[in-house]
């Protein structure tokens, strides 16, 4: 008895300890960093994470794709079809892009970077950095789909992003769902 006594002093509550423990073990976090953000396909195909042989790589080109968009659509388009071979985006995605970055909203793909909040128009430190979370439920249909979260400086929880594995392990952007609305930058809001 006195030696659990110990352990609940040391540890807290045993279960929840494992219970953590094996989390965090199954939980996975990398981190992606960028001198600069690409503006072109070439600039992107450039990059060492385009070999997409790791579904966090692909992440991370997506989130680079998704800021590209919000200055230039057509590059923007051509790096996301990149990522999504062999399924490029429909119109109705492309409206999508559209309605959810139009009207000075290019700070919600900006959000996503390390150092970019409300408080500072959601402008990223650089180097950018850009951390990719997993976690126990992450893989999807035995591992042809993964599922990861991108924690934005405007928004209480990770936002969702999933890829799909190729035949040839290379991983593509399968759906993102980064353009939800986050807070609005403190010059655009009236109560701040």
């Given at each position: 008895?006195?030696?659990?006594?110990?352990?609940?002093?040391?540890?807290?509550?045993?279960?929840?300890?494992?219970?953590?423990?094996?989390l965090a073990?199954?939980?996975?976090?990398?981190?992606f960093?960028?001198?600069?953000?690409?503006?072109?396909?070439?600039?992107?195909?450039?990059?060492?994470?385009?070999?997409?042989?790791?579904?966090f790589k692909?992440?991370?080109?997506s989130?680079?794709?998704?800021?590209?968009?919000?200055?230039?659509?057509e590059?923007?388009?051509?790096m996301?079809?990149?990522?999504?071979?062999?399924?490029?985006?429909?119109?109705?995605?492309?409206?999508?892009?559209?309605?959810?970055?139009?009207?000075g909203?290019?700070?919600?793909?900006?959000?996503?970077?390390?150092?970019?909040?409300?408080?500072?128009?959601?402008?990223?430190?650089?180097?950018?950095?850009?951390?990719?979370?997993?976690?126990?439920?992450?893989?999807?249909?035995?591992?042809?789909y993964?599922?990861?979260?991108?924690h934005?400086?405007?928004?209480?929880?990770?936002?969702?992003?999933?890829?799909?594995?190729?035949?040839?392990?290379?991983?593509y952007?399968?759906?993102?769902?980064?353009?939800?609305d986050?807070?609005?930058?403190?010059?655009?809001?009236?109560?701040?």
């Amino acid at each position: 008895m006195d030696i659990i006594r110990r352990i609940i002093g040391k540890v807290g509550n045993p279960i929840l300890w494992v219970k953590n423990k094996l989390l965090a073990a199954i939980s996975k976090k990398a981190t992606f960093t960028f001198e600069k953000l690409p503006m072109s396909l070439e600039e992107m195909k450039s990059l060492p994470e385009i070999a997409m042989d790791d579904a966090f790589k692909t992440a991370a080109l997506s989130l680079l794709a998704l800021c590209a968009y919000s200055v230039d659509r057509e590059a923007g388009r051509e790096m996301l079809d990149f990522l999504r071979d062999p399924r490029p985006m429909s119109p109705a995605e492309l409206q999508f892009l559209n309605d959810r970055l139009m009207d000075g909203k290019d700070y919600v793909a900006r959000s996503y970077f390390e150092g970019a909040t409300p408080e500072n128009e959601y402008t990223p430190t650089t180097p950018y950095t850009v951390k990719v979370i997993s976690n126990q439920y992450s893989k999807l249909e035995g591992g042809k789909y993964m599922q990861l979260w991108i924690h934005s400086g405007g928004a209480d929880s990770p936002r969702s992003i999933t890829m799909r594995k190729t035949g040839g392990g290379t991983w593509y952007l399968w759906e993102q769902n980064l353009l939800s609305d986050i807070r609005i930058p403190k010059s655009q809001d009236g109560w701040a």
